[in-house]
């Protein structure tokens, strides 16, 4: 727990600590896979970040529905530039990143 805090340690209750170490078991349990380390540290951090009153969960679920809100625009702005940009599907969904049935999609095909 200490190495978690950093400094911060001497700041938190043992309230605090305790549920933060419940939150860290959760977070481990709902991703146990490697391939989820950057979704249990962003869920951790969250959850430290309310422990501590350093956050609220209207706070967070704001920033989610915003960039939610940023996510869905972004994805109009890319749908537009591959209506627009000659080459074959398989050469626009590497130009893009993104798999061959989203350029498909954008296309109306």
């Known amino acids: 727990m200490r190495g978690l805090l950093g400094p911060a340690y001497d700041d938190?209750?043992?309230?605090?600590?305790a549920g933060i170490?419940?939150?860290?078991?959760a977070i481990a349990a709902r991703w146990p896979d490697e391939d989820y380390?950057?979704?249990r540290r962003a869920a951790l951090n969250a959850a430290?970040?309310?422990i501590l009153?350093?956050?609220t969960l209207d706070g967070?679920?704001?920033m989610w529905r915003d960039l939610r809100e940023r996510e869905q625009e972004a994805r109009a702005m890319l749908t537009g530039a591959l209506i627009v940009t000659p080459g074959t599907e398989r050469d626009l969904a590497?130009?893009?990143g993104v798999a061959r049935e989203t350029v498909?999609?954008?296309?109306g095909r």
Do not use: Y
């Open 53 to 55: 009153g350093d956050d």
């Open 60 to 62: 967070i679920a704001t």
């Open 48 to 50: 430290m970040m309310v």
């Open 37 to 39: 380390g950057d979704w």
């Open 104 to 107: 498909r999609k954008a296309l």
């Open 12 to 17: 938190t209750t043992p309230e605090q600590r």
């Open 21 to 25: 170490t419940r939150a860290s078991d």
């Open 94 to 96: 590497a130009r893009a």
